[in-house]
């Protein structure tokens, strides 16, 4: 079993030829969404990701694993369910394709058409994820929303993406923070501060767009059922918050009073 392999080359720190490895790799995305977390988070994706981080594997390789990644059995596989097994494939292939972007800032084997097509997918996919459960118990971390935010951030990254798609990426963060069906409860607000520090951090998306995104917090619109809107409020108090302390520690003092407006505004019932 699968299991079993991988606890073996884990424990024994066995050396696998690149494609051994890459056999292997492609065993582990087909299980990728196991509901074993000792097998889905400790060994698939904790080795797979060493294994990209470390270079065993060709430009070639991991373009194909970045296409195994996003395709339809993988980043889309039952999308749209909110309350299935089927988020724990979603949710891991979004970090596997994260891994690979990061293999990508640092050694540039994407093409941009290609590129193009792994962002498109992804912001696709970010519309219409609707399972936001954070651990669920007996089978581990899904974490959905924590994982896009690592996966934008990589995409950020790229120097390939312009400043039309980092704004979108910042309207996608928006419209995952304001999420009606939950309150966060696992940090996903400090998850997603960390991809909008990276497009401040670019330096190509103008600083009065950045205070009018911040602002759109305080003009969110209300879905007529008052829990809803709450919790809308609520996830958007958090994250404006975090990125009020993540921008302090930074020393990026430019956007604070369009937080503290968004705040204030925010927390009318308070005063």
Avoid at 29 to 47: C, F, H, W
Avoid at 84 to 101: E, G, K, N, Q
Wanted: with cysteine; charged share 30%.
């Amino acid at each position: 079993m699968l299991k079993e392999k991988l606890r073996a080359v884990q424990e024994t720190n066995e050396m696998l030829s690149t494609k051994e490895a890459f056999e292997l790799a492609k065993e582990m995305m087909a299980n990728i969404g196991s509901t074993d977390p000792v097998l889905r988070d400790e060994l698939i994706y904790s080795m797979l990701s060493k294994w990209i981080v470390n270079r065993l594997f060709s430009a070639e390789h991991l373009k194909e694993l970045l296409m195994i990644s996003i395709d339809d059995t993988h980043l889309f596989y039952g999308l749209g369910d909110s309350d299935s097994d089927t988020v724990f494939t979603r949710s891991f292939s979004t970090l596997i394709t994260a891994v690979i972007l990061y293999r990508n800032n640092e050694d540039h084997f994407l093409s941009n058409k290609l590129l193009n097509r792994v962002k498109e997918a992804v912001l696709r996919y970010a519309k219409a994820e609707r399972d936001v459960r954070g651990y669920i118990e007996g089978k581990g971390w899904a974490h959905s929303i924590a994982h896009l935010a690592d996966c934008l951030d990589e995409l950020v990254m790229n120097n390939g993406l312009d400043k039309m798609d980092l704004s979108k990426m910042l309207d996608i963060i928006q419209l995952k923070i304001m999420e009606p069906d939950c309150v966060f409860d696992s940090e996903e607000d400090e998850r997603m501060v960390t991809p909008v520090c990276a497009i401040v951090e670019r330096g190509i998306v103008p600083e009065v767009y950045i205070n009018e995104w911040i602002l759109r917090f305080k003009y969110f619109k209300k879905t007529d059922d008052h829990i809803k809107d709450y919790r809308i409020q609520v996830n958007s108090k958090h994250f404006l918050r975090s990125l009020y302390f993540r921008f302090r520690q930074k020393g990026t003092n430019d956007f604070q009073p369009a937080i503290l407006e968004a705040l204030d505004k925010l927390n009318l019932h308070y005063r």
